[in-house]
């Protein structure tokens, strides 16, 4: 569940806007486009995917961790599977978890259909045109 919450100074002016985030891990397409972490990074409300995140949009995909390792290009192990999908999905408490690289999580978001492709090329654009 997200909503919305409103601001106001005394006058009843509008002052800030904060959306909040439930704490379930999200099941469907629409529950992640309503995520800080699908988000761009470049957002102030951007959060990096928890692990139960990551698992359950590889889940949504209908990928095994060696078949997102494959899609992402990352190692595996057809018999072991992908020690690196592996930690990217172990429990942040866990001192074997890694947090996900942004541009894998961003591929599986397009994947997914939660955010499309020309959401990335508008990234990128935006991203190239603060070079100086």
């Not at 692990?51 to 072991?80: F, P, W």
């Not at 996900?100 to 935006?126: H, K, T």
Request: with cysteine.
């Amino acid at each position: 569940m997200s909503g919305r919450l409103l601001l106001e100074d005394q006058a009843g002016k509008i002052m800030e806007t904060k959306i909040f985030y439930s704490n379930t891990v999200p099941k469907t397409v629409m529950a992640f486009r309503n995520r800080p972490c699908a988000l761009k990074k470049s957002d102030p409300s951007f959060e990096q995917p928890s692990a139960a995140e990551v698992r359950a949009l590889r889940n949504l995909l209908g990928c095994s961790q060696v078949g997102l390792a494959k899609i992402l290009g990352v190692t595996y192990n057809v018999k072991k599977g992908s020690q690196t999908v592996r930690k990217w999905e172990t429990s942040e408490d866990s001192k074997e978890h890694r947090p996900i690289n942004y541009a894998a999580w961003r591929l599986m978001l397009i994947a997914a259909g939660v955010i499309s492709s020309s959401d990335l090329i508008d990234e990128v654009s935006a991203q190239s045109s603060n070079v100086t």
